[in-house]
């Protein structure tokens, strides 16, 4: 099986920036995705960004040139840099890989809180 830790995430103020990382271990055949997912206070999970196994990356229009994706392929890493931070981009950050035999596998979310 899989396995997802994630860290970097805390307390920063508006306008601030923050990068998490999600570290995958285990038995790993065939990555088709990595994802970062949030979810924020009272509202349902929603998709962040996507980076593929050849890098290719997809964002959410709310996060398009203010979050950035990417990958360490040696250490089986995944990151979420986030930039020019908002209150309402507050929530449980998700970090997530899927396989290409749609096998899915979710990191802890640790949160993210944006305030002064």
């Known amino acids: 099986q899989v396995q997802l830790v994630e860290s970097g995430g805390g307390l920063v103020q508006p306008g601030g920036s923050l990068r998490l990382s999600c570290v995958a271990s285990?038995?790993?055949?065939?990555?088709?995705?990595m994802a970062w997912y949030r979810q924020a206070p009272g509202k349902q999970r929603e998709l962040v960004a996507v980076?593929?196994?050849?890098?290719?990356?997809n964002y959410a229009d709310a996060v398009k040139g203010r979050f950035t994706i990417s990958r360490d392929n040696a250490k089986n890493t995944v990151y979420l840099q986030m930039n020019s931070l908002k209150p309402d981009h507050t929530a449980v950050y998700y970090c997530?890989?899927?396989?290409?035999?749609?096998?899915?596998?979710w990191g802890p979310g640790p949160q993210v809180t944006v305030s002064s």
């Open positions: 980076i593929t196994a050849g890098g290719t990356t």
């Open positions: 285990g038995t790993i055949l065939s990555i088709y995705l």
């Open positions: 997530t890989v899927i396989l290409r035999s749609s096998l899915s596998y």
